[in-house]
């Protein structure tokens, strides 16, 4: 089986960075993907790391270290628009039984 | 709006009814997953398809959930007796290859049970 855990809440000011930390229990591994959900929508993809380091895309990055089985996503120069629930989500079995955390809820305050 | 359309995107039902909800994956799409979504919980996985075969389902899912993908391409989704637990957004989503990290989610069907 998988599980994993983030923080529920994390709060921040516009142009802040923050880390939204991710750590992981799976019986296999595929890859530690992030979402984003913003009230009433679908979550979207954002990021995926498959190997240890560092994954930068724009104001974004992932993070992952596969021996202590964690993983971060970082959101620089944030802005109003990024107050999201952000998910981790591990792939096993080639990504088949995708399991999603329980979701961190940002907050960026003006 | 990602190319992955769900119908429909509302649905309100009394205990014990059956609905059925419909997906369609974006075209090349070859996996199409489903999830339910309650209200401050991330995304439950129900069941993926690869093509027409359905490849894994959940064990949470009782035997009342049932879902297809004639033809490797709409899916849809049967709840039989519907129960005021099953409330939930269903969610779709599609991907490409062995290495379908990156998800495109549908809008979702918000079903509530009365």
């Not at chain 2, 709006?1 to 070859?30: A, L, M, W, Y």
């Not at chain 2, 359905?54 to 033809?71: G, H, I, M, T, V």
Request: proline letters at 4%.
């Amino acid at each position: 089986g998988q599980s994993l855990e983030q923080p529920s809440e994390v709060t921040a000011v516009e142009g802040a960075i923050v880390q939204i930390n991710c750590t992981y229990q799976t019986s296999g591994f595929y890859g530690l993907s992030w979402y984003q959900q913003h009230d009433g929508g679908a979550p979207t993809f954002l990021s995926y790391n498959a190997l240890d380091g560092l994954e930068e895309t724009g104001r974004f990055s992932s993070f992952l270290s596969r021996s202590d089985s964690y993983g971060y996503l970082l959101l620089q120069e944030l802005q109003m628009k990024d107050s999201a629930s952000y998910f981790c989500a591990v792939g096993d079995n080639y990504g088949q039984n995708f399991v999603f955390g329980p979701g961190t809820r940002l907050s960026v305050l003006p | 709006d990602t190319g992955v359309s769900q119908d429909p995107r509302h649905k309100i039902t009394k205990r014990g009814q059956n609905v059925t909800f419909r997906c369609d994956p974006i075209s090349e799409h070859n996996r199409l997953y489903w999830y339910r979504q309650t209200l401050g919980q991330g995304p439950e996985f129900l069941t993926y398809f690869q093509n027409e075969a359905q490849l894994e389902k959940s064990r949470l899912l009782s035997d009342r959930f049932s879902a297809e993908r004639p033809k490797g391409s709409f899916s849809t989704l049967e709840i039989q007796r519907t129960e005021q637990g099953d409330s939930a957004m269903y969610l779709c989503a599609s991907s490409w290859g062995t290495s379908d990290n990156e998800k495109y989610f549908g809008p979702g069907t918000r079903l509530t049970v009365t």
